[in-house]
């Protein structure tokens, strides 16, 4: 049933023994609800059974309760969750808002359990946070089924253009038997009215016996040659279509010749290749990294010194002359922060300048091998393209094999019959001409003339007929022509979908975290934090005894120093606040690229003590401009927060 999720009316919760909850009842207005109190006052077992009622996995029956349900009042409509506890194990049941639990689990129910959220806090890949609801095998199915749906609609094609090339001739094979008949329809009639005269001036003139025989001969004379001319008709038919098959044989076999074979040394060697550089491409990348905390830390270092070496120099009573001689003179020292001893300044700043000439040469390296793996792939892309269509050019010429053995085995058998009708006709016709040699009479000569061009004008309209039916077929077939190829386009455009789509919703995913991050970075004030974000990359694991490339999502921290350095630091080093709010933003991205918000319009969050409560206030704020119901759960300091004037409105509700 689909629904409209666009939030018009509060909703109402319904809970019996869920969590640590006996009854209550609360409403939910569409914004910002916070519940608020102190700990252990029933408010996140309040968020399990509402997150029961929405499709969750996190309601639970209270301990000593035999049975529990949670309810949800929304829009007229009514979702239930019911749970029942029976031997040792508890049964649930009832029909929740939304039937896919790993939705409602991953993104809509933020407590502190909650897999992404745990993710960020353990340091565990953020892709599969991300993408777990995405059923690649599904889409390889979908996929290979829509790759035979085109494969028998170009089959289907290719058919019909052989239809097509037929049309020309059928047509000029109709109008040339058209003009026949109208000529033999003609001679019929001057033979017949000629026969009438002769029969009215003397209508004993032909014997009646003899003339009945001859009609019947004449009869089985007609009745042999129908059939002739149509096992004629049928082998010319077979010859054309064994004519047309050998042509598009010919066809499929060029071009079949004209696609190399698959090099697979080559491709082997090519996606060797890939992964020997992407393993290089990520040294590389790790060694940028690496060089860039180095510098940054020397960069660092050698700021925070500076104010000394001024101090030292300062103590000199020379003018200022002396000083500048000194400087010059590369008497400016330092202790070193590695090996403690007094070394000078332009030392440590010329290691520096080579540590950053090693990054930039490194960074041009792992740029040059990033162009050579593109360039590798779209060989590997080109070589498999090419085995696709021999292959499927290999099966098309053992069908036309096929099909061609069976056009000959139908033209031998067709000429088998055609030589013994024409046996037939040949006897037929000599008894014909005995019984002429018999009676010559002009009136039985006229008669045989009229039998002869009667059965002439029926083979003639028979053979009309058959190929305007033909023509009829072909163009109503050729009708379908333009519908296949809609269709194979749209076949093509959701192959081009689904080859895509993992990688669009990665790329929606990545660019959705970084810009939701940047803009609630800026606006909670963590200054020491220059930027957080995700970056896809690749790395090679062993599974199943061989090395195989996996996907994966880097986190990245840039941090800014007192002095306003800016370097590059490491998840492991982020604060609790900072994380959970990491947490919160991954999990937001996975809501709106999944557009959980159209299916599930709730949000509920929990266990966010380690967030202050200024910053907490502008996160809620910026969460509701994308969730219609949020849910947050709040302990009273924090909610002292809310009562700025310029904090959001919330509905509050003390007391569950």
Sequence with gaps: MTRDRRPSASATVRVENIGGIDETTVSLSPGITALIGPNATNRTSFLQALAGALGGTRVTLKGDSREGRVSLALDGERYTRRLEREDGSVDVAGEPYLEDPEL???????????????????????????????DTEAIRREIGTLVDERKEIDEELDRLDVLAEELPELEA????????????????????????????????????????????????????????????????????????????????????????????????????????????????????????RVIGFNETRLEES??????????????????????????????CWTCGSEVQRS????????????????????NEVAEEIDELAE??????ERREERDRLATRLEELADELDRREANVARLEERREQLEERVAERERAVAELEDARTDELLALQREVSELAFERDRVADRLEDVESEIEGIESELETREGLEDRRDAVSDELTELRTRIDRIETDAVEGFNSHMEALLDRLGYDNIERIWIEPAERSVREGGQRVTERTFDL??????????TYEDTVEHLSESERELVGLVVALAGYLVHDVRERVPFMLLDSLEMIDGERLVDLVDYLEEYVPYLIVVLLPDHAAAFDRPEAPAVDRITEI
Excluded: C, F, W
């Design 347 to 366: 030392r440590i700043d010329g290691m520096v300048e080579q540590l950053r000439t090693l990054r930039r040469r490194k960074g041009e390296e792992r």
């Design 556 to 565: 990245h921290v840039v941090r800014r120093s007192g002095t306003g350095t």
């Design 104 to 134: 409602v689990d991953l993104y809509a129910v933020l407590l502190e359990d909650n897999e992404v959220r745990r993710a960020v806090r353990e340091d565990e890949d953020l892709r599969d946070a991300i993408m777990r609801p995405i």
């Design 173 to 292: 094979e109709r109008r040339g038997l058209a003009e026949e008949l109208e000529e033999v329809e003609g001679r019929l009639e001057e033979k017949r009215a000629r026969r009438d005269r002769i029969e009215a001036e003397a209508p004993d003139r032909a014997g009646a016996g003899l003339e009945d025989e001859l009609d019947e001969e004449l009869r089985a004379l007609r009745e042999a040659r129908t059939d002739l001319e149509r096992v004629e008709d049928d082998l010319s038919i077979e010859r054309k279509s064994l004519e047309s098959l050998a042509e598009e044989r010919d066809r499929v076999e060029e071009r079949y010749e004209s696609i190399p074979a698959a090099d697979e040394e080559r491709l082997a060697v090519v996606e060797e290749r890939v992964a020997t550089l992407r393993d290089r491409k990520r040294s590389l990348e790790s060694t940028v990294s690496e060089l860039q």
């Design 306 to 335: 500076g104010p000394g070496l001024l101090d030292g120099l300062e103590g000199d009573t020379g003018d200022d002359g002396a000083v500048t001689d000194r400087l010059l003179s590369g008497e400016a020292t330092v202790t």
């Design 379 to 384: 060989e590997i892309d080109g070589i498999e």
